[in-house]
């Protein structure tokens, strides 16, 4: 049996939480720390490196995985200054909590890209950390920089990948940050993973062995499917095999196990947001099928009871830091406000049990709406609280439609840039062929055509989506929505009067589809409906995501200020306040 504990602890400024899996059974002298990569890279193999951490634990080796300052639901941001330093500083300080924890003698590192380069640094400047394994690497960061810079897109501040700011004090840090020349590392073993079958740094390689580490050299097969989300139990094995090798039994270790000696750690935290104290807690709801994760923000200082709570669902496999950390902030913002808020894991994504990888189908099933309401009977039992605003995008706004439409305590709903409100297993399959069929049909397409610069394979890929489409078509047009569902879901809301906004960028085929079949949201002080131009399904962007923060405060206070004026409110102030004397 595994057990896993969420933990924060400090590191310098810092507080970053952790998530700790042991064995049931004690034993060994070994811990591993998992360092994860940066911005998007983390988002990707968030999954698959909890996977990683459970496989060393049922191989006997304690393993803690945790948030980089400024990432995830660790405390900091993008701004900070200093950020490349705390970073390799928060790599000694997790050896030194997951030693503090389990008390092993002794830590190894699994460093993933950036996360390699942080551990290897950390080493070089005297860390007690011993072997390494290192994924996917370079020498320096101007490399990296430069490999960021192809995906990425120029800011005001610096330039964003993926949805995440590397400010221009931190791409100064990043420019000079170099492995070329390593001190002594001692007898250190390190194994060289390249990003399956991409050359690996050789110059890092020349410089771990000159420094005297005896270093292996893999193939890191899987590492393009650990960032679509696909644990790479092939690495996992390897890099177990790896440290055990040398595992030698601890008698130190703590009798009747690591899972009681932990259950005694509280799971809470103090974070600022703009200043202001918020708790965080870590927060789970046991299921029959599992339990799932979630992080919930109060604020720090409680003056009168919580009548509202903020669910923030997983946008598609993303966890529920949401999509660029955007649900973090949005979180610290309202608590630091006085609203408390649930950011949380559905079973098989992020931090919570379930299966390793949902498919598309699973994450539209309505039957995922039977945890979004476990967690708000979880959150009326122990909070008292009685209405609900839930955001969400993709799959998370297909949830949150849905909540809408069946849940009474869900007053409001953002949804953003959702991809169905009725989920159809076809979907996908006839926006292909409606896609296919509009290129063949496009007078550039058919000009490149006669100069021979599109691809045969292309041009029978096309043909035969187009003749799918024209046999489909003979049976009779197929609507991609449902104009009796929709009718009666946005009478529902009518009915209810639940606030409902959607979001869309441009180029979303829902909104497109809306358009063509004449299923745009009625015109009520209920549904509002937003266009945000020139971005992505995700709002990658600064500015797109900071248009987003802006419409999710609106609606957030529009829809209290109609509240705000309740018996029931009133009522429930004064049993709260007579209870506290």
């Given at each position: 049996m595994i057990y896993t504990q969420h933990r924060w602890f400090r590191s310098g400024a810092n507080t970053l939480l952790g998530h700790l899996d042991v064995p049931e059974t004690a034993g060994g002298s070994l811990g591993v720390l998992i360092v994860p990569p940066f911005?998007?890279?983390?988002?990707?193999?968030?999954?698959?490196?909890?996977?990683?951490?459970?496989?060393?634990?049922?191989?006997?080796?304690?393993?803690?995985?945790?948030?980089?300052?400024?990432?995830?639901?660790?405390?900091?941001?993008?701004?900070?200054?200093?950020?490349?330093?705390?970073?390799?500083?928060?790599?000694?300080?997790?050896?030194?909590?997951?030693?503090?924890?389990?008390?092993?003698?002794?830590?190894?590192?699994?460093?993933?890209?950036?996360?390699?380069m942080l551990a290897v640094s950390a080493a070089a400047r005297g860390a007690n950390i011993q072997d390494l394994v290192l994924w996917g690497p370079s020498a320096t960061g101007r490399a990296m920089l430069r490999e960021m810079r192809a995906f990425g897109a120029m800011e005001r501040l610096g330039f964003q990948i993926g949805g995440f700011l590397i400010t221009t004090e931190t791409q100064r840090a990043l420019e000079s940050f170099a492995l070329s020349a390593l001190p002594a590392m001692g007898n250190r073993r390190i194994l060289f993973l390249s990003r399956d079958n991409l050359p690996a740094d050789v110059k890092l390689i020349q410089s771990l062995e000159a420094s005297g580490a005896t270093v292996e050299t893999a193939i890191g097969t899987g590492y393009a499917a650990m960032m679509e989300g696909i644990p790479p139990s092939g690495i996992n094995l390897a890099i177990t095999e790896f440290f055990t090798k040398t595992l030698p039994h601890n008698p130190d270790a703590p009798e009747g196990g690591l899972s009681r000696l932990l259950e005694e750690r509280p799971a809470k935290a103090v974070v600022a947001s703009e200043g202001t104290p918020v708790s965080e807690t870590v927060y789970r709801i046991n299921r029959s099928s599992g339990a799932m994760f979630g992080i919930l923000a109060e604020p720090e200082a409680k003056h009168h009871p919580t009548e509202w709570c903020i669910l923030f669902l997983n946008p598609g496999p993303v966890r529920h830091t949401g999509p660029n950390r955007m649900w973090v902030e949005a979180a610290r913002r309202w608590a630091a406000q006085g609203i408390v808020s649930l950011r949380m894991d559905l079973l098989g994504i992020g931090e919570s049990d379930g299966e390793s990888l949902l498919t598309v189908d699973e994450l539209y099933r309505v039957e995922m709406l039977e945890q979004v309401e476990a967690a708000m009977d979880s959150l009326r039992s122990r909070l008292g609280?009685?209405?609900?605003?839930?955001?969400?995008?993709?799959?998370?706004?297909?949830?949150?439609?849905?909540?809408?439409?069946?849940?009474?305590?869900i007053r409001t709903a953002i949804l953003l840039n959702p991809r169905a409100f009725f989920w159809d297993p076809e979907l996908d399959r006839r926006r292909l062929t409606r896609d296919a069929v509009k290129k063949l049909g496009a007078w550039r397409d058919w000009r490149r055509l006669a100069r021979g610069q599109v691809p045969l394979e292309h041009i029978k890929r096309a043909l035969r989506r187009a003749f799918g489409s024209i046999r489909e078509a003979q049976v009779g047009p197929h609507r991609q929505l449902q104009p009796e569902a929709m009718a009666n879901a946005w009478a529902s809301i009518e009915r209810s009067q639940v606030r409902v906004t959607l979001a869309f960028a441009d180029d979303e085929p829902l909104l497109e589809e809306m358009e063509e079949e004449g299923q745009m949201p009625p015109e009520t002080s209920r549904v509002r409906c937003v266009r945000v131009a020139n971005c992505d399904h995700t709002f990658r962007p600064l500015w797109a995501q900071k248009f987003i923060h802006e419409l999710i405060d609106s609606e957030l206070h529009e829809v209290l200020r109609e509240s705000r004026v309740n018996p029931t409110d009133e009522a429930r102030e004064k049993q709260w306040a007579a209870s506290q004397k």
């Open positions: 911005a998007w890279e983390d988002v990707c193999s968030y999954r698959p490196l909890r996977f990683l951490g459970r496989t060393l634990a049922a191989n006997g080796i304690p393993a803690l995985r945790f948030d980089l300052p400024g990432m995830g639901d660790s405390s900091g941001g993008a701004l900070d200054q200093g950020l490349l330093e705390a970073w390799i500083q928060s790599v000694n300080d997790a050896a030194t909590e997951l030693r503090a924890a389990t008390g092993v003698q002794e830590v190894a590192v699994v460093g993933i890209r950036m996360g390699a609280v009685q209405r609900f605003a839930v955001i969400g995008l993709c799959s998370g706004a297909f949830l949150a439609f849905q909540g809408a439409i069946r849940i009474p305590d």
